[in-house]
């Protein structure tokens, strides 16, 4: 199998930028290497040219229907000898002869520097032909190409039978194309190009994308504005992008790796300006996930800000865990005066994320400076004073605002600070009912992908309770967060093995903390009826895990009842202590999820 150049460059930066034919104008050509060179000066990863071949089968870069444009000539290229097509100077932009001729294959291909990168475009028609395949061969180049078509029968099995082992981009528009690609599976496909007619589409589902990264393939949207009826990404396009550089940040939001353009020196300066290092540690974190695919994982610091478009990059570099230049972004927001209020309130919910509640207070102060009526500041001071155990002045003076601004927030406030203290000490008396689901809170996996003491012990009560209550579902929780190896899948084949049946065992593997698991929990349940609940994890760990729960149950309105279980072991006092701390600020942050996604307040 041939290296994955894209893939490698593609963990150095953010995103890759691909150059559409180059970058071109003036006297400069579309499809050369003079557009080829400019492109990569401008900033691009990837150049994309397009492939014709003449009547006797010579191969050039160009596009065929662009003839009576740059060649003054009426007949499709495919009908030209090459002695005609090398006679002929092409044109420029202000249709004067430009001195450049057009470029065979197999000269561009002896150019192509050693770290260039190529998308082979519209070549798909020779495919057939074992020369072509040859000439890629022969350049020592063929690392470097990718080669790319729509999802047709014809082009795949040629290209299976001719070009194995070659890389591959299909352009998908419908899931159903990705279902044919798996009829193929000797050809190296490394990416996916979506179009799409709108973003609301199902081909830019969140675990969907998220499936195509964690098989190391990544995503391409096309942003080439081609006509007013061209619309390749779902409206999202270069035009839009050139004169509101936030409209680039959309296309990540949607987790595109690759970016075809136009015009790659505005988005190299626009990429620049995120910092080039996807991968940088910016802070110091527990449970350093190493070189992963961050925003697999959820939940995500500021998820409720989605929809607010000027924050879309700050979103990015939340997503990634780079929480010190999100900070960074944050502060100049605040400083340039461009959206204060919620740039401090977002700045608050990154601080108190990591506990630094006393930061947390003083920042969102601001907030209320700004707008002493703001329902969510004052709200946000109610949960930070509860979290922090502040200053009980100050906190009797911000529920003082709050009861006056919204007594329904006031109570509800107050309703959860209730649950948390009438819980903390909780006792989980024997499951007396049959259980029809089992939620698995996962852990961290050894580097070598085996079970930690900590994890196998919650899978040992799993079987239990699984060998107890056969009619229950089990769902497992918890993604690949310290390590490549993901635990809700290493937990699945763990339990294969002591025979548990497949077809109760439910893989979640998106979740970094216990409110990720949660979050997951939550989706499958409330896609099902489920009465009897149990929350299987450590001695240590229950409480929270059950807390959280049951307080995203309650949330939601859902009712049932949940119980608690655990591998029977002396608990570490430590271990307590820690676990007892964290839980207000799990269950405020898992009830702030579905208080802010499904009844958000408005001064937002």
Not at 460 to 482: M, N, R
Not at 571 to 588: C, H, K, R
Request: hydrophobic letters at 40%; proline letters at 3%; a negative charge.
């Amino acid at each position: 199998m041939r290296r994955n150049a894209f893939l490698e460059t593609l963990k150095n930066t953010p995103f890759l930028i691909m150059s559409h034919r180059g970058f071109w104008g003036g006297n400069i050509i579309e499809n050369t290497i003079e557009s080829s060179l400019l492109a990569f000066k401008a900033g691009a990863d990837i150049v994309e040219v397009d492939v014709c071949r003449t009547a006797d089968h010579q191969y050039y870069l160009f596009h065929d229907g662009g003839e009576p444009r740059l060649l003054s000539r009426t007949e499709n290229f495919h009908e030209l000898t090459s002695a005609e097509v090398d006679a002929i100077e092409v044109k420029n932009s202000l249709d004067t002869n430009s001195g450049y001729k057009v470029n065979k294959l197999h000269e561009f291909l002896n150019w192509l520097p050693e770290h260039g990168l190529v998308n082979l475009d519209r070549s798909w028609k020779y495919w057939e032909d074992p020369e072509f395949f040859r000439i890629l061969e022969e350049s020592g180049k063929s690392g470097q190409l990718v080669l790319k078509s729509p999802v047709k029968k014809e082009y795949l099995e040629s290209f299976s039978k001719n070009g194995a082992g070659f890389l591959y981009i299909p352009i998908v528009k419908d899931k159903a194309e990705l279902d044919v690609l798996l009829m193929y599976p000797d050809i190296h496909v490394i990416g996916v190009e979506l179009v799409v007619p709108d973003l609301d589409s199902d081909l830019l589902d969140r675990r969907l994308i998220n499936q195509l990264h964690q098989m190391d393939l990544f995503v391409v949207a096309n942003a080439e504005k081609l006509g007013s009826s061209f619309h390749l990404f779902g409206g999202l396009d270069d035009d839009a992008a050139l004169f509101d550089e936030s409209k680039w940040a959309l296309f990540l939001e949607k987790g595109v790796d690759v970016i075809q353009t136009d015009w790659p020196n505005f988005l190299s300066d626009y990429r620049e300006k995120m910092g080039k290092q996807k991968n940088a540690r910016d802070v110091v974190i527990e449970n350093d996930p190493g070189d992963l695919n961050r925003e697999a994982l959820i939940p995500y610091i500021g998820s409720h800000f989605e929809k607010k478009t000027e924050f879309n990059e700050v979103l990015y570099l939340l997503k990634n865990w780079r929480y010190r230049d999100a900070l960074t972004l944050l502060d100049q927001y605040i400083a340039e005066d461009r959206g204060v209020v919620p740039a401090v309130l977002l700045k608050g919910e990154v601080l108190a994320a990591f506990h630094a509640y006393e930061e947390a207070v003083l920042t969102v102060e601001t907030a209320l400076q700004y707008e002493p009526q703001n329902l969510l500041a004052a709200r946000t001071m109610v949960i930070l004073y509860h979290l922090s155990s502040g200053d009980s002045h100050e906190q009797a003076f911000y529920e003082a605002k709050l009861k006056n601004l919204a007594p329904k927030e006031y109570e509800r406030v107050n309703r959860i600070v209730e649950f948390i203290e009438s819980n903390k000490r909780r006792s989980f008396p024997e499951i007396d009912q049959p259980l029809d689901l089992l939620c698995v809170y996962g852990y961290v996996l050894n580097d070598d992908g085996s079970m930690t003491d900590r994890l196998e012990k919650r899978l040992l009560k799993t079987i239990d309770l699984a060998q107890k209550h056969p009619q229950a579902t089990i769902l497992l929780s918890g993604g690949a967060v310290q390590n490549s190896y993901c635990e809700a899948v290493e937990m699945k084949k763990y339990l294969l093995k002591a025979e548990i049946e497949e077809n109760r065992l439910i893989t979640l593997p998106y979740a970094k903390d216990t409110v990720g698991n949660v979050l997951e929990f939550m989706d499958y349940i409330e896609s099902g009826r489920f009465s009897t609940i149990c929350a299987v994890t450590s001695i240590e760990h229950l409480s929270r895990a059950w807390m959280a729960l049951t307080a995203a149950l309650k949330e939601r309105r859902y009712e049932a009842t949940v119980f608690g279980a655990a591998y029977e072991e002396s608990p570490n006092p430590a271990m307590i202590q820690y676990e007892d701390g964290l839980i207000s600020s799990t269950v405020f942050q898992t009830t702030e999820y579905y208080r802010n996604h499904f009844h958000p307040i408005k001064t937002l």
